[in-house]
T-cell receptor, first 110, second 115 residues
Framework: DAKTTQPNSMESNEEEPVHLPCNHS???????IHWYRQLPSQGPEYVIH???SNVNNRMASLAIAEDRKSSTLILHRATLRDAAVYYC???????????FGQGTELSVKP | NAGVTQTPKFQVLKTGQSMTLQCAQD?????MYWYRQDPGMGLRLIYY???????DKGEVPNGYNVSRLNKREFSLRLESAAPSQTSVYFC??????????????FGPGTRLTVL
């Protein structure tokens, strides 16, 4: 199964953009890239997902490299409520079996 | 809509005891999942149910059983709890297993301690 690698932690200032990277060099052609986030003491929350093209929704944007070996979650204007652990996961072979890595803990400074 | 609900929120068991974690969703989703999360770690899939009447093993199924009672409910049973099963358990659901609509919605979790 393909794995993901993310930095353990990142810091951002409030109202500035944040780029959260993820490497998935062993991704296969049919694996979707999903992003979830987890606020303290809560269950994970879906953020965004994509296959090949860049994707936008009300929460974030997902930029996928042309070779699909990496992706970047973009929060356009970080708020204090965005402080969470962000997980880049792969939907292995589109079977719904998400493979979670360690995640990136994002802290946002006022 | 309550979304995904889980009971109980907290549980303490002694080694060897059994218990069932309950999960229900009111979003008319077809697929449901059970994950565990150990301290400082990501989530690992225990079992999942693609649709009513089917269940399949995930990454870490040993020591667990599941029942998809109906479309709404998916329970996780520990027959003989072990300290290694101390964890936070999350239930999730999605409209379908794969393709559009497979984003998962998670419950608030059950914190289980096995002494």
């Amino acid at each position: 199964d393909a794995k993901t690698t993310q930095p353990n932690s990142m810091e951002s200032n409030e109202e500035e953009p944040v780029h959260l990277p993820c490497n998935h060099s062993t991704i296969s052609g049919t694996d979707y890239i999903h992003w979830y986030r987890q606020l303290p003491s809560q269950g994970p929350e879906y953020v965004i997902h994509g296959l090949t093209s860049n994707v936008n929704n009300r929460m974030a944007s997902l930029a996928i490299a042309e070779d699909r070996k990496s992706s970047t979650l973009i929060l356009h204007r970080a708020t204090l409520r965005d402080a969470a652990v962000y997980y880049c996961t792969l939907d292995y072979n589109q079977g719904g079996k998400l493979i979670f890595g360690q995640g990136t803990e994002l802290s946002v400074k006022p | 809509n309550a979304g995904v609900t889980q009971t109980p929120k907290f549980q303490v068991l002694k080694t060897g005891q059994s218990m069932t974690l309950q999960c229900a969703q009111d979003m008319n989703h077809n697929s449901m999942y059970w994950y565990r999360q150990d301290p400082g770690m990501g989530l690992r899939l225990i079992y999942y149910s693609a649709s009513e009447g089917t269940t399949d093993k995930g990454e870490v199924p040993n020591g667990y059983n599941v029942s998809r009672l109906n479309k709404r409910e998916f329970s996780l049973r520990l027959e003989s709890a072990a300290p290694s099963q101390t964890s936070v358990y999350f239930c999730a659901s999605s409209l379908r297993l794969a393709g559009p609509g497979n984003e998962q919605f998670f419950g608030p979790g059950t914190r289980l301690t096995v002494l």
